[in-house]
Every structure is written in structure tokens, then in C-alpha cells.
């Protein structure tokens, strides 16, 4: 009985040293591209948002909009769907270098998406944190303009 104990602990231990020894350590490739997708993966669910910010802006009735320093509704929307296409254009050209491309290539590519993804990342929350300052300052004009007509 003792010796079965001692060759189960033993399988047991043997078992656990050779999944962790086997186990798989990430390149800087591998690293990079996990890296690129993750802000990519961050920032893909405020299409959306951006969806709905255009349909909103897109809804206004600037008639009632009578505030001189509101800011265009066509600059707004122009940088919602410049930051919608930057994301689209950034999907259709990328590509994960295959196992075969030089480690070095593959790298430089992949902190250049890094780069061109940020930039996407930043243009997407700049353009939807302006729409919504927009939306509020026009919801905010047209209550204003309402309630002084009364």
C-alpha cells in the first residue's frame, strides 16, 4: 500500500514538472501580436458607440440649435465616420505574419500596426468623447431656447 501511495505521488509530481516544463514561452512576436490585438480587441466594441452617435448627431434639429458656439454637427460626424473608416481600413489590411516570415520582419510589422492601431484607438475615443460634449451642448441649447420662449 505504501509503495502504491509513493508511485501515485510520484506519477503525480512527474506529471505537473512535465506540463509546466513543456509548456510554450511566448516570442516577442508572439508577444507583439498579442499586444496589437488587445487594443484592438479594447476599442472594437465602441463601433457601436460610434453607430449610435451618428444616428443621434444625424437626429438633431439645428433649427433649434441658436448657440454661437456650438460646434458643427458635420464636423462631428465627419470625424465619427473618419474614425469608423480607420478601423475598417485597419481590419481589411492586417495581417499576422505566418510562422515562415523573418522573426525580425515580423516584428518591425508588428510594432508599426502597433503604432497604426493606436493611432485608430485615440481617433475613435477622441471623436466619440466630441460627439457626446456635442450632443450635450445641443440638448442643453435647445432646453434652454424652449424654456425661454415660454
Known amino acids: ?11 503525480f509530481c512527474l506529471s505537473i514538472f512535465l506540463s509546466t516544463a513543456c509548456q510554450h514561452q511566448k516570442t516577442e512576436q508572439e508577444k507583439m501580436y498579442t499586444t496589437v490585438m488587445d487594443i484592438h480587441d479594447n476599442v472594437m466594441p465602441e ?3 460610434i453607430q ?9 434639429d439645428t433649427s433649434l440649435v441658436k448657440t454661437p458656439t456650438y460646434p458643427s ?3 462631428h460626424l465627419n470625424a465619427l465616420d473618419q474614425a469608423d473608416e480607420g478601423m475598417m481600413s485597419w481590419m481589411a489590411e492586417f495581417s499576422n505574419p505566418t510562422p515562415e516570415t523573418d522573426e525580425a520582419t515580423a516584428l518591425a510589422y508588428l510594432k508599426n500596426e502597433k503604432d497604426r492601431i493606436t493611432k485608430v484607438r485615440d481617433q475613435m475615443l477622441e471623436s466619440i468623447a466630441s460627439a457626446k460634449k456635442a450632443l450635450k451642448e445641443a440638448e442643453n441649447a435647445v432646453s434652454i431656447d424652449t424654456t425661454s420662449t415660454k
Open 52 to 60: 449610435r452617435l451618428r444616428k443621434k448627431l444625424k437626429a438633431i
Open 47 to 49: 463601433m457601436s458607440t
Open 73 to 75: 454637427i458635420l464636423t
Open 1 to 11: 500500500m505504501r509503495l502504491l501511495s509513493t508511485l501515485l505521488i510520484s506519477f
